[in-house]
């Protein structure tokens, strides 16, 4: 389910059903049957969001492949242009950074996939 949101607009009761909206989405009486919605839908956002980032890391793969072969490509010749070591230097430091974002992005794509898990249980137990 989406989080919580902190003010009451019309976008956020769309996304954050109360149980009344859940027995009605799930078209049942019984609070199983919502509470299986429920976490099937956070489910689904869950396995969204995992795919999102995925596609984000491959991105940022790239990204930083590439970056690597600008600093090994510049660091043969920037040297001897007047702002080549400024700019070589600015190379790495993007890199660096680059690769620190990556770091991050991984760990919150292990936590995704810790949660996708904790899931998994929610919805064996109302099925």
Known sequence: MATQPTTSSSYALAHTPTFQQLKAAAD????????HLAFSQDYTENDG?????????????GKI???????????RFLPFHET??????RLKVTLK????????????????????EEKKVNLFWFE
């Open 28 to 35: 049942s009486n019984e609070v199983d049957d919502s509470l």
């Open 84 to 89: 080549g070591d400024i700019g070589l230097a």
């Open 97 to 116: 950074r680059e690769r620190k974002v990556l770091d991050g992005l991984i760990k919150v794509m292990d936590l995704a996939r810790k949660g996708r």
């Open 49 to 61: 969001l995992l795919m999102v980032l995925g596609e984000k890391r491959d991105a940022l793969l």
């Open 65 to 75: 492949q590439w970056l690597e072969h600008l600093v090994e490509e510049g660091e």
